[in-house]
């Protein structure tokens, strides 16, 4: 490297390390999906506890209420030891602690219905790929695939939920209206309640189910195709969309997905590596475009 080449070279500023950026932003999404069912968990805990439920398809260690608190708070804590840490082993292993105790509550008889440690198992998933290629030379083609991977996953859930939902009982409005426009107690259902009268607010349940339905099964279908600050994007607000327009309990479902959604703004430009080719030659170490 000749003297012109390391003045250009000393000018660039340290680079964000994205891919640890984009694990940490992760990692506090599915803490805070755990975290918001603080509440819910203490009374499931309590009542669990006090009233045990025998099923023969269950074996003894998963109708365990000491198995499926030892999971939630390994979870927790192996989810808060790899966002803080930066000790390469050390994430790694708590990468792998944490699938391994969101896979327990995805099977335990107390959790095994419950979508939040579905979809917080998946943004695990991803953690371990991401932790074990942090040692990457080329961060640029990691994030790239990191972003792809996450909007994959986001619409394989998003299908998943469309295609449960392509029955003649969502498609007619029957199955929300009875759990949201009833007597669900959410701003949206509270106002649709006092506005309109019952039989408006079966035809209004009708659509509101119907634009669901579409919506995912059109989401679950494209958002991998397209790019990955456009995907970021529209998975930001769609997911989001889903909290604020139906349940907000919903947020420790879609809270981790969220944060899977933001990865795709962490992709770097193309077009700023285009522009600088002799930067990008240049660099050395930690020093990148």
């Not at 949206?188 to 634009?211: C, G, H, M, V």
């Not at 997905?257 to 430009?269: E, H, K, Q, S, T």
């Not at 930067?279 to 050395?284: E, K, V």
Request: glycine share 6%; charged share 15%.
């Amino acid at each position: 490297m000749n003297d012109a080449d390391t003045v250009n070279a000393a000018s660039i500023p340290l680079a964000l390390n994205r891919p640890l950026a984009a694990y940490r932003i992760v990692q506090a999404a599915i803490l805070v999906t755990l975290l918001w069912k603080w509440e819910f968990f203490l009374r499931a805990n309590s009542l669990y506890a006090e009233i045990p439920i025998e099923d023969p398809f269950f074996p003894d260690w998963l109708e365990s209420v000491w198995t499926v608190r030892l999971a939630f708070w390994g979870s927790v804590l192996a989810t808060g030891i790899g966002l803080v840490t930066s000790f390469v082993p050390l994430r790694k292993t708590s990468s792998w602690f944490a699938i391994g105790s969101m896979s327990v509550l995805c099977i335990h008889q107390a959790s095994y219905n419950d979508m939040t440690f579905i979809t917080a198992w998946w943004c695990c998933l991803w953690s371990v790929w991401l932790a074990h290629r942090s040692d990457s030379k080329n961060r640029e083609l990691l994030m790239r695939r990191a972003a792809f991977l996450s909007r994959l996953i986001i619409s394989v859930i998003l299908l998943g939920g469309a295609a449960g939902k392509w029955t003649p009982e969502y498609w007619s409005g029957e199955v929300l209206y009875d759990i949201y426009f009833i007597d669900r107690d959410f701003w949206l259902f509270n106002y649709l309640r006092d506005t309109y009268e019952p039989e408006s607010l079966q035809d209004i349940a009708k659509w509101y189910s119907r634009q669901i339905v579409v919506v995912e099964t059109i989401s679950g279908i494209g958002l991998w195709a397209l790019p990955a600050r456009w995907a970021a994007l529209a998975g930001v607000l769609l997911l989001t969309g889903i909290v604020v327009l139906s349940n907000k309990y919903l947020f420790s479902v879609m809270a981790c997905l969220i944060g899977l959604a933001c990865i795709g703004f962490l992709v770097p430009r193309r077009s700023r590596i285009a522009k600088h080719p002799r930067q990008q030659t240049s660099t050395t170490g930690n020093l990148t475009v």
